[in-house]
């Protein structure tokens, strides 16, 4: 079984005027030990020993693409699990993405970690569009794309949800008739073949998902269990949203056993973001 997890960490898990996260981090990553890590927002992790660093200490070896206009992302992996090739999508993402194949015994599994733009619906469009390429090029029927997408997905109403967020930030998420909820990035990759394993699993009734709770006392509702912005730490610029996905090739849905937010202890504080873990029928070859 792989456990796969993505997770926007905030800055590198270090504020500038608040409190240095990065113990926070590692701790959940620690406890939720997942097989392959994506991460995001890694400010600062391109300096020398910094990524090596926080590999050690959770116990995976990373891959880091770097970013020229925004933040680096990376995507981990823990042994046994064997890498066939790395590297990074080399188009001109805002932040960037990171492509790591793997050896499975059901034949190579490619997982990209990203991180779309978060100001403009038109600029993620542009990037879901060369993202879905990559994945297109990918060997075999096994590809997942994990990251924050910063798009809401496309089979929601969120005209209420939008409309909460402070004007700064809603322009963010509306298309340029002001009115509009813009979820075309989501809705290219969807159209490009991909699965969203979250909705995939709430069409099937046989698989888990939930809000994993570490801590009852903030256990969320129903309408709540899969939102991953905000959390407790803050987030202005979000009104309680669902913005980090886990897309795989159909190939890859039919091998999806569990899928959740992980809430409550550590996470509410580690991040402005939750982390979302799926667990997937696959062992390394």
Do not use: K
């Amino acid at each position: 079984m792989l456990r796969m997890m993505t997770w926007n960490i905030r800055t590198g898990g270090r504020d500038r005027t608040g409190p240095d996260r990065r113990d926070l981090v590692c701790r959940v990553v620690t406890v939720q030990a997942p097989d392959v890590l994506a991460v995001q927002e890694l400010r600062g992790f391109d300096r020398p020993g910094v990524l090596a660093g926080f590999a050690d200490r959770v116990g995976m070896r990373p891959h880091l693409a770097r970013s020229c206009f925004g933040q680096p992302v990376a995507v981990l992996v823990r042994p046994p699990w064997r890498i066939r090739s790395a590297g990074p999508v080399r188009r001109p993402l805002h932040h960037a993405a990171q492509r790591v194949e793997l050896a499975t015994t059901a034949g190579p599994l490619t997982v990209f970690g990203t991180h779309l733009d978060p100001y403009t619906g038109l600029r993620r469009r542009i990037e879901a569009g060369w993202l879905a390429r990559a994945v297109g090029r990918a060997p075999g029927e096994l590809a997942l794309l994990a990251g924050d997408l910063n798009t809401l997905d496309p089979g929601t109403d969120h005209a209420d949800r939008v409309a909460r967020l402070p004007a700064a930030y809603r322009r963010r998420h509306l298309r340029r008739d002001g009115r509009t909820v813009d979820t075309r990035a989501v809705a290219r990759l969807l159209a490009a073949g991909l699965v969203d394993l979250w909705t995939h699993a709430a069409g099937s009734p046989e698989l888990p998902r939930g809000g994993g709770p570490a801590d009852p006392a903030h256990a969320a509702g129903p309408a709540e269990v899969g939102l991953t912005a905000p959390t407790r730490h803050g987030g202005g610029e979000f009104s309680g949203m669902r913005l980090d996905y886990l897309l795989g090739t159909p190939a890859l849905a039919a091998r999806l056993r569990d899928v959740h937010v992980v809430r409550g202890g550590d996470t509410e504080y580690a991040s402005d973001h939750y982390p979302v873990v799926a667990e997937l029928d696959l062992d390394p070859a």
